[in-house]
């Protein structure tokens, strides 16, 4: 599967964007699907992944209550909402995807086999 990911942009801190990921292929439904995000000089971590069918959502302790993860198979796309910026979210966003991976391993990037190119979120305090 291809993923792409977009919806990055500059936003004020306290404002929202929302981040789309369009994968190809047939069998999207078939993909668990997570976010993460690297911040400049430092490591990709964790932010939100979702399951097959969409009934159930993990996020990161720092994002959680802010960012809504989300995904329409019928469309396959998987959405990433997120509200209440902070300076500290600035990141570039990546979307993963993995056809096997159990929902246990959700936080561990070597766990996802497919990436897409990444999209830019600067939040200006």
């Known amino acids: 599967v291809q993923l792409q990911a977009s919806g990055g942009g500059l936003v004020q801190a306290g404002g929202s964007l929302r981040l789309s990921c369009a994968a190809s292929g047939r069998t999207f439904s078939s993909y668990f699907m997570g976010w993460f995000r690297q911040a400049p000089g430092k490591e990709r971590e964790f932010v939100a992944a979702?399951?097959?069918?969409?009934?159930?959502?993990y996020y990161s302790d720092s994002v959680k209550g802010r960012f809504t993860i989300s995904r329409d198979n019928a469309k396959n796309t998987v959405y990433l909402q997120m509200n209440s910026l902070k300076p500290e979210d600035t990141a570039v966003y990546y979307c993963?995807?993995?056809?096997?991976?159990?929902?246990?391993?959700?936080?561990?990037?070597?766990?996802?086999?497919?990436w897409g190119q990444g999209t830019l979120v600067t939040v200006s305090s």
């Open positions: 979702i399951s097959r069918s969409g009934g159930r959502t």
């Open positions: 993963a995807a993995d056809p096997t991976l159990h929902s246990d391993y959700r936080e561990r990037i070597g766990e996802y086999h497919y």
